[in-house]
């Protein structure tokens, strides 16, 4: 029997994990890439493109390299904790280059259509059609994962900020932006509180116009304020291993929502007073996405930044705000985020409807065939690499037919259901949509479906030193590798090494003296996990 082809649409982080998990389960996929490199939204390049991601030259990721890893490829020991775009670049490579999967890559080749062929109702198949250097090929494919990402459609809402029309001064979207010193001495507003808008103010700060020392000209604007969290946590770890634990996950389960806003504010308001430094927002914590800042405080008690609340209008040299101040301005900068769009699918609502309902965030539930996969079309609260390849693996055993998806109905009634439960928690807002989901819990979500979640307390029977590590440790992806299908032989030493590596970057100058004792919040949970799941396996036994 002939294998199946699967088109895969971009070769960024969620391509690439795409290709391999194909390869892995005896698929032939072929990716379409538009560009002449691998990467998507990590290759830092200077020209500036309609139809690709864009970064900015000192880009740094948000999560620490063994949160953000593929599932059986970890990173190098040496590589720093929080990396810059280069050092992912170089990880891709070497991800690339040891499954090798680049002969699978077709680059400079844009996609311009897909669509249901006429027998699809049976087959499930696709037409696809491609350009390279200007031709145009035709391809059949027995299915489509769309990789292309969150970030190529700049969203630039010019109609909410009157005036622009007679601004006189440059306006950009933080897409276009790459690097400070074009800026140099302008006076600068930067629209937007999000994570890009936080970076380039503080960036830009160095370079913008000072007036005697005494007026800086950065300003930061924002609707609602903010949440700023820091990438260091507690005694200098990366914060997304010490919160993103599965211990906590199933603490977050029985915790209320108000407790938990009021630990999380706290906490962040211990490393300094929002409302005093005007970033109070108005929202609860979880009920917006928080943004990394780790040294915007230290930008704005220098004088640096200075937080503005929302511009009501633009003159032809200023901006005026809401609390009735007005500031001159040479640049504007919108940090405004960005829309969703596949344009290759010609906006056909037989495929995805208006508001992009997708089950699980994955198959669009209308299609008489589950052939089409949209894979890293998701924000969790936390890493996007390892997310988007579980959702490939999920993927790839539904296109061979291994899992099956339920019934229509009964997917619009989950999407239903998930997007009542977020709309709960978030505010209105695209996040609804694009899936602001908990890390460990969509990750486990998506490995039920598989056969690959992690059973602590089965683990405990045979490998109690795992499976304290898998309960209380950091989630890190290679706890779904453990066990079932594309289980690797390498995920109990990935995991039993994961604290020595994340330390290993940070001992440039190594102390002649002996290591301190655990904290002892950590002793506690350790003792208590292991009292937990020795008393669960004398009950199961007993049963």
């Not at 007679?166 to 629209?191: L, M």
């Not at 045979?462 to 453990?482: H, M, N, S």
């Amino acid at each position: 029997m002939p294998r199946k082809r699967i088109a895969v649409i971009g070769a960024g982080v969620s391509g690439l994990g795409a290709i391999k998990t194909c390869l892995e389960e005896g698929l032939e996929p072929t990716c379409f890439e538009g560009s002449d490199d691998i990467g998507g939204l990590w290759k830092y390049v200077e020209k500036i493109e309609h139809d690709r991601p864009s970064i900015y030259k000192s880009v740094t990721s948000n999560t620490s390299k063994e949160m953000m890893a593929y599932s059986d490829y970890p990173f190098s020991d040496h590589f720093p904790n929080y990396l810059h775009n280069s050092k992912i670049m170089e990880y891709l490579r070497m991800y690339v280059k040891h499954f090798h999967l680049m002969k699978h890559i077709q680059f400079l080749t844009k996609v311009c259509s897909v669509k249901k062929r006429s027998d699809f109702s049976c087959t499930g198949q696709w037409d696809v059609v491609v350009e390279t250097e200007g031709k145009q090929r035709s391809y059949v494919f027995d299915g489509v994962m769309v990789c292309t990402g969150l970030f190529t459609h700049p969203s630039l809402p010019l109609e909410n900020f009157p005036g622009m029309k007679r601004f006189k001064g440059q306006y950009i979207h933080s897409k276009e932006y790459k690097s400070p010193e074009k800026f140099r001495e302008k006076k600068i507003i930067v629209v937007g509180i999000g994570n890009s808008g936080v970076d380039l103010a503080i960036e830009l700060s160095h370079v913008a116009s000072q007036i005697w020392l005494l007026k800086f000209s950065v300003f930061l604007s924002t609707r609602r304020g903010t949440w700023i969290w820091k990438r260091v946590w507690d005694h200098g770890m990366p914060m997304d291993t010490v919160l993103f634990t599965r211990f906590n996950s199933i603490v977050c389960e029985f915790c209320p929502l108000f407790l938990i806003n009021r630990w999380a504010e706290n906490k962040l308001n211990v490393q300094f007073n929002h409302e005093l430094y005007g970033l109070q927002p108005r929202h609860r914590f979880l009920n917006h996405q928080a943004t990394f800042g780790d040294d915007l405080p230290n930008h704005i008690i220098s004088g640096r930044v200075l937080i503005k609340p929302n511009v009501r209008e633009f003159t032809e040299t200023s901006a005026i705000f809401e609390d009735d101040t007005e500031e001159d301005i040479d640049v504007i900068i919108f940090a405004t985020g960005y829309t969703l769009s596949f344009l290759f699918l010609e906006d056909d609502s037989k495929i995805l409807d208006s508001q992009h309902s997708m089950f699980k965030f994955v198959f669009p539930p209308q299609l008489e065939k589950p052939t089409l996969a949209f894979i890293g079309i998701i924000q969790p609260v936390g890493a996007t690499i390892p997310t988007a390849e579980i959702q490939s693996r999920w993927a790839v055993r539904v296109f061979k037919g291994l899992n099956k998806l339920p019934s229509e109905s009964s997917m619009m009634a989950d999407i239903r259901k998930m997007r009542g439960k977020l709309e709960k928690v978030f505010l209105n807002g695209p996040r609804v949509t694009y899936g602001r989901v908990p890390y460990v819990d969509y990750m486990d979500e998506i490995a039920s479906e598989i056969g690959v979640k992690p059973k602590p307390l089965s683990l405990f029977l045979w490998d109690p030193l795992l499976a304290k590590e898998v309960l209380l440790g950091p989630c890190t992806p290679f706890q779904y590798r453990i066990q079932g299908p594309g289980k690797w032989v390498g995920a109990r030493g990935a995991i039993l090494t994961q604290r020595a590596w994340i330390i290993k970057p940070l001992k440039t100058r190594v102390l002649a003296c002996h290591q301190p004792p655990l904290s002892m919040p950590f002793w506690l949970k350790s003792v208590c996990a292991t009292f937990f799941l020795l008393v669960l396996t004398l009950v199961v036994v007993k049963g």
